[in-house]
């Protein structure tokens, strides 16, 4: 799983569902000044592994030494990613749960579900959960807050290079009446 491509598609859909620009879709825990007023702000929240892991093995005889084959682990992991929604409206289709809402929303669109799970991209949308409403005033000033967590799955690949076995010890013990014989076998890939 490359986190930086998942990031930037995860942000891409949320700014077209909510019609907010960059600067107003932002990842939390970022060294900067808070945008005005609505934003959104994702955090990946955890990940956890599901299932067994598939192992694969793949040959490339023109590969350079010891990288001619290519052994590959791919997990799937469940991440979730939590849409905290910023808004100075009280009523009306653009206050913070509202916003929320429609996150939730065009994320349960099949077309959305469909582009997503391309396998270019690799996301499946596994639960769009219940948007949360924790508006609180600011001193004199009232803050919607509307929040609401996608869990979401992708494929989490690693791959590591090796080279072939050119050269195999087998040591065997064979039982005579004389006692133990052991013999060592050699085989060498030509």
């Known amino acids: 799983m490359d986190l930086s491509a998942f990031q930037t598609t995860i942000q891409g859909h949320v700014k077209l569902a909510t019609g907010l620009t960059d600067a107003k879709v932002i990842w939390a825990n970022q060294t900067r000044d808070r945008p005005a007023r609505?934003?959104?702000?994702?955090?990946?929240?955890?990940?956890?592994?599901k299932g067994h892991p598939e192992h694969g093995q793949s040959d490339t005889p023109g590969a350079p030494a010891c990288a001619e084959v290519t052994l590959s682990t791919k997990h799937q992991v469940e991440l979730t990613v939590q849409c905290r929604v910023f808004s100075s409206e009280i009523v009306g289709s653009n206050t913070a749960s509202n916003v929320a809402r429609k996150i939730r929303n065009y994320l349960g669109r099949d077309s959305v579900n469909v582009a997503l799970a391309d396998p270019a991209v690799g996301i499946a949308v596994v639960d769009l959960g219940p948007v949360r409403d924790?508006?609180?005033?600011?001193?004199?000033?009232?803050?919607?807050r509307g929040i609401?967590?996608?869990k979401l799955r992708?494929?989490?690949?690693?791959?590591?290079?090796?080279?072939?076995?050119?050269?195999?010890?087998?040591?065997t013990t064979v039982e005579q009446s004389n006692g133990n014989v052991t013999r060592t076998l050699t085989i060498t890939q030509p």
Do not use: Q
């Open 134 to 144: 924790a508006s609180i005033m600011l001193s004199t000033e009232h803050e919607g």
């Open 154 to 171: 992708v494929a989490d690949l690693d791959t590591e290079t090796t080279t072939y076995i050119e050269t195999a010890t087998v040591e």
């Open 148 to 150: 609401l967590d996608l």
């Open 38 to 49: 609505p934003f959104v702000e994702l955090a990946i929240l955890d990940d956890d592994t």
